[in-house]
């Protein structure tokens, strides 16, 4: 039996999250680059919680980071 890793809202964020801290993507680039970083098997269940939540491939990665804290303003 083949497991499907569940994506979530939550875990979607956190990639991304992780791929703007580490400088692969910008803040403002649209959503599809991810595609590039998350398996193609999972990019299906990926595109649902995007469409759920009410985000379009072309809306900006910071749009679902939302508001970035900063440590020392």
């Known amino acids: ?5 569940q994506c979530s809202m939550d875990l ?3 990639e991304a999250t992780q791929l703007v801290q580490k400088g692969v993507v910008s803040r ?3 959503i599809y680059v991810l ?7 999972e990019w299906a269940g990926v595109e649902h919680v995007l469409e759920d939540n009410d985000f379009l491939l072309r809306d900006r ?12 303003d």
């Open 12 to 14: 979607l964020k956190d």
């Open 28 to 30: 403002h680039q649209p």
């Open 61 to 72: 990665i910071g749009d679902l980071l939302g508001r970035e804290e900063w440590e020392n």
């Open 1 to 5: 039996m083949i497991q499907s890793v």
């Open 35 to 41: 595609c590039q970083y998350i398996p193609a098997r």
